[in-house]
Each structure stands twice: as structure tokens, then as C-alpha cells.
Antibody
Framework: QVQLVQSGAEVKKPGDSVRLSCKAS????????MHWVRQAPGQRLEWMGW????????KYSQNFQGRVTITRDTSANTAYMELSSLTSEDTAVYYC???????????WGQGALVTVSS | QSVLTQPPSASGTPGQRVTISCSGS????????VYWYQQFPGTAPKLLIY???ERPSGVPDRFSGSKSGTSASLAISGLRSEDEAEYYC???????????FGGGTKLTVL
């Protein structure tokens, strides 16, 4: 069955970076784009960026430009998201989600809570 | 930043039909598909509607979507207690180069 399994919760200090992983199984990894979406406490979902898992091309939200990097390892069927220069406003649950051809984010990871606190 | 506007709350009694609206602009809903997601506390969102009105397999036909101009709606008929959740609309935004989400509507089943 399709699964996206994310790495665990992280606690970081302001100024740190965090790298999250999203391991895919149950489908052909390179057939789908992988997106990263975050949700701060009590806030709306916020799209961060996506990667074409086939060729590695990326597109990032301008709201995170310069701070977010999304990569993938096709041999491990895993996507990664690194966010740098963390502040308390980056405290959120971070999700990966797959998507193909405007069919929406049909499978999501379980989410990873990142807490930024001094 | 472009965002989509939803009412913060909606409610209905079991068996009723409720609708949730989503308002956008020409840079998102007006030119692209609308999606709807359902989210229960502490869990990841679940795709309910894609491409304005299509349902993924497994989503009951009690859920339906529509779009007109720069607005969209999600309708839930035959309301059930298990429908109590947060509902988010989403659409690709040309300005952002990615999807924008609504603020969410908390549905209460009375």
C-alpha cells in the first residue's frame, strides 16, 4: 500500500537548520512530484515547495526563498526538506505529500513536528 | 500573498446538507482547479475533491464540489457525526507558483 513515512519530531534553536525526510513505498517514486506543506499551530496549511522526483527540478514558495532546499534520493525512494535560519515562527508540523498531474495531494506523510525554541 | 477565504465555521444536524464556500481570485481559483481536504485533529489532511468536483476512490458521494468564476463550494449531504472536521480548499496560484490554501472551516455536527 502507498505510504509516506516521515522522520521524527525535532527540537531546534533559533538560527539552526532542520532536515526532514519522507520515505515513499508502495508506488513508483519517480512517477509523482513530492511537495512539502507545513501547518503552524492553529494556522492554515502553507505550501513550501516541490520536487520533480524524476529529474530533481525544484520550485520553492517565495515565502521561503533562500531558506528551503528540497532534494531526493531515488535509490532510497526518499525526499528531503531542509529549512535553514530557523525562528520561532517556523514551529509547525511539516508534511510531505505526493501529487501527479493535478490530481491533488492524494497521500500525505504523518507529519513531523519541528519546535524552534531557545 | 494570495490566499483563499473560507468561513471559519459551519454547522448542521445529522442528515442535513451543508455547504462550505471558498473565495479566491483570478490568479488562483479563476484559472485553475480547486481541491478540498478534510483534516481531523492531529492527523494529516485527506483529499476529498480534486479538479473542482472529482472524488478519489473511497470518498463517499455525499461529498461534492463545484466551482464558478473565482469561487468554489464543497457540499456535504446526509451529514454524519463523523464528518465533524476541518475542511480546507486549495488551488494553484499563478503568482505563488504553487498551491494556496484557505484558512479552513471547522464543521460541527450538532
Amino acid at each position: 500500500q502507498v505510504q509516506l513515512v516521515q522522520s521524527g519530531a525535532e527540537v531546534k534553536k533559533p538560527g539552526d537548520s532542520v532536515r526532514l525526510s519522507c520515505k515513499a513505498s508502495g508506488f513508483t517514486f519517480t512517477d509523482y512530484a513530492m511537495h512539502w506543506v507545513r501547518q503552524a499551530p492553529g494556522q492554515r496549511l502553507e505550501w513550501m515547495g516541490w520536487i520533480n522526483t524524476g529529474n530533481g527540478n525544484t520550485k520553492y514558495s517565495q515565502n521561503f526563498q533562500g531558506r528551503v532546499t528540497i532534494t531526493r534520493d531515488t535509490s532510497a525512494n526518499t525526499a528531503y526538506m531542509e529549512l535553514s535560519s530557523l525562528t520561532s515562527e517556523d514551529t509547525a508540523v511539516y508534511y510531505c505529500a505526493r501529487e501527479m498531474s493535478f490530481t491533488g495531494f492524494d497521500y500525505w506523510g504523518q507529519g513531523a513536528l519541528v519546535t524552534v525554541s531557545s | 500573498q494570495s490566499v483563499l477565504t473560507q468561513p471559519p465555521s459551519a454547522s448542521g444536524t445529522p442528515g442535513q446538507r451543508v455547504t462550505i464556500s471558498c473565495s479566491g481570485s483570478s490568479s488562483n481559483i479563476g484559472t485553475t482547479y480547486v481541491y478540498w481536504y478534510q483534516q481531523f485533529p492531529g492527523t494529516a489532511p485527506k483529499l476529498l475533491i480534486y479538479r473542482n468536483y472529482e472524488r478519489p476512490s473511497g470518498v463517499p458521494d455525499r461529498f461534492s464540489g463545484s466551482k464558478s468564476g473565482t469561487s468554489a463550494s464543497l457540499a456535504i449531504s446526509g451529514l454524519r457525526s463523523e464528518d465533524e472536521a476541518e475542511y480546507y480548499c486549495a488551488a494553484w496560484d499563478d503568482s505563488l507558483g504553487g498551491p494556496v490554501f484557505g484558512g479552513g472551516t471547522k464543521l460541527t455536527v450538532l
